[in-house]
C-alpha cells in the first residue's frame, strides 16, 4: 500500500470531522498516468478489479494489468486516428474492456461519453451530432450495433467502429486488436483542464443535455469512495451500476483506486437479487453502494437466508432514501445505510460521512469540497426548517468535481449557472444539527389549497405499507383546490388492486402526516415510467393526468 490518495489533497479534521478538503495536482494531471500507472509501477500485483459474468467467466485483474491495457488502448486509438479532443461514444455495459477502454482515451486526451446499451437510433443520432463523435466502441450484445449501424448515415462525424465480444462486418474487433499493440505507449501531453468525460444527462424533461468534466474530476473522488463509502486499500467495493450510467464514475472507478482497493464488477444482464446476494459472501465483498431500487428488492428477499457478514459498510443514492428501507436493511444486516446526494454535474454534494450518525431519511451534511446553500425564490439564504433550493456557491471559484458547463453551449449553462450560483433544481430544508432533509424537484413541488406540498415526504409515508413496492406522489388538477395529491402505486407481489387497498393508503397517509396531505386520488399501475437511467418521470405521471 503506497497511499497514493494522501499526495493529491489537502484534509482538516475538527472533531474527527472533515471540515476541509482540498485536491492537489499538477497542471498536466492525469489519473490513467498519475495513479493508475504509478501504483502498477509500485505494486504491480496489486488487485484492482474482480469481475464475472452470468456464463460462470471470473477474472482477477491488477494495477499492472490495467496500466498495460490502457497503454495498449491509447495505442490502438492512436493508430486510428483518435487523438486529444476527439469524443468517443463507449457502450460496453459492464464489460471489462470498458475499464481498458476509458482509461487509454485519458492516456491520449480524448474525451469519453459513456453511454447505455438502452439507445435507439434516435437517441444516437442526436448524441453523435451533439457532441461531433469521432469514435464508437460497442458491445455486440443486443441489438445496439443494429441500432448504431442504422444511425450512422445520419451521424457523418462517426469514422471508426470497435466492437467488443463479438465481430461484424466494417467494425474492428477491440481486443482482437488491441492485443497486437505495444505494452508500453509514451505519455502524451494533456492538460487537467481539457476535457475528459461528456455525459448526457437524461433529464425528465426536453432532450439531454451535455455535461462535460475535466481531467481533475477524479480527484473529488477521494471524498466519495474514503469518507462516504468508507472503501479501504485491500477491500473490494461493489456499486451497482451499468457503466453507461455516471454512478460508475463514482463507484466503479476513481476513488476506489485512488484508495487502491479492488472493485467488483457482476456483468449480468438483469438484476435479480437471489443472483447478486450470494456473491457477497463468495467473492468476500467489504463495501456496497446501490440506488434505493436496488434496496427495496432486497428487504422484500429474506435476507437471512444470505451471508453478509464480510459487508461493513453500505451507501445508498441515486434517488431519496425512505426512512422505511433504513430501518428494514437495518434489522437485517445491522448496517445503517449512509446516504449520498449528487448530480451528473457535480460529485458527491451532501452526505452522511464517515463516523457521522445518519438521521433515516436524510441527505445529510454539505461535503467540504462544496458551499452548498439553500435559498429562496429571490436568492436569499433560508433559515433552518425552511424549504429552499439545493444550490452550489462558486464565488471561489469552480469546485473540483464540479462540471464546466453544458459542451458547447455557455447560453445553457447560464440557465442553472450565473452570478456564481449554480442551481440543482433540487429542494430541500435544513434542520438545526446541519441535516438535510429532500423535498423534490422545483417543478415536483404540489401546491393545493395554498399549501406546498413535497412528494418525497409522502412517498416515504406509502412505502412503509408492506404491500407497496413503489411510488410516485404527484399532483393532479382540481377544479376546486387547484391540485390534489395523487398516489401511483407499483404493488408488491402477491397483491392486487382494490378499493379496500386505496382506502388504506389513504387512511394510513392521514394519520402519519397533516391530513391536507393524504392522496386523494390512487391508482395502481404495473410500472411506473422511468427516464432512462432509471428515475421515476413524474412529469409523464401528470401528463397523463
Known sequence: ????????????????????????????????????????????????????????????????????????????????????????????????????????????????????????????????NAAGVKAVICTTDGEVMDHVDAALPESPTVTVKFSVHGQREGWIPFLEELNKQPEYFARVETAATDPMLLYFTSGTTGMPKMVWHDFSYPLAHIVTAKYWQKVVPDGLHLTVSDTGWMKAMWGKLYGQWFMEAGIFVCDFDKFTP?????????????????????????????LSKYDLSTL????????????????????????????????TETTLTLFNPVGSEPKPGSMGQPSPAYHVDLIDENGNSVEPGTVGEIVVRTDAGKPCGMFAGYYQNPELTKTVWSNNIYHTGDTAWKDEDGYFWYVGRTDDIIKSSGYRIGPFEIESVV??????????????????????????????????????????VQDYVKKQTAPYKYPRVVEFVEELPKTISGKIRRVEIRHED
Not at 478489479?49 to 495505442?75: I, L, P
Request: net charge negative; with cysteine; hydrophobic share 40%.
Open 1 to 128: 500500500m503506497i497511499n497514493i490518495h494522501q499526495k493529491f489533497c489537502k484534509e482538516t479534521f475538527f472533531d474527527g470531522k472533515l471540515v476541509h478538503f482540498e485536491p492537489v495536482y499538477e497542471g498536466d494531471f492525469n489519473f490513467a498516468y498519475d495513479v493508475v500507472d504509478k501504483i502498477a509501477q509500485q505494486e504491480p500485483d496489486r488487485r484492482a478489479m474482480v469481475w464475472c459474468n452470468d456464463a460462470g467467466e471470473e477474472h482477477t485483474f491488477t494495477f499492472g494489468d490495467m496500466a498495460r491495457y490502457s497503454s495498449m488502448a491509447a495505442g490502438l486509438f492512436t493508430a486510428h486516428g483518435i487523438g486529444r479532443g476527439d469524443t468517443v461514444v463507449l457502450i460496453l455495459k459492464r464489460h471489462y474492456e470498458f475499464w481498458f477502454a476509458l482509461l487509454g482515451l485519458h492516456k491520449i486526451g480524448a474525451v469519453g461519453i459513456p453511454a447505455t446499451n438502452l439507445l435507439t437510433k434516435k437517441d444516437l443520432v442526436y448524441r453523435f
Open 274 to 302: 437471489s443472483h447478486l446476494l450470494p456473491l457477497f459472501a463468495k467473492y468476500k465483498i467489504t463495501t456496497f453502494c446501490a440506488p434505493p431500487t436496488i434496496y427495496r428488492f432486497f428487504i422484500k428477499e429474506d
Open 312 to 343: 461493513t459498510y453500505a451507501c445508498i443514492a441515486g434517488e431519496p432514501l425512505n426512512p422505511e428501507v433504513f430501518h428494514q436493511f437495518y434489522k437485517a444486516t445491522g448496517l445503517k445505510l449512509m446516504e449520498g446526494f449528487g448530480q
Open 463 to 504: 412505502m412503509e405499507l408492506p404491500y407497496v413496492l413503489e411510488c410516485a406522489i404527484t399532483g393532479t388538477p382540481d377544479p376546486i383546490r387547484g391540485q390534489v395529491v395523487k398516489a401511483t402505486i407499483v404493488l408488491a407481489k402477491g397483491y392486487e388492486p382494490s378499493e379496500e387497498l386505496k382506502k388504506d
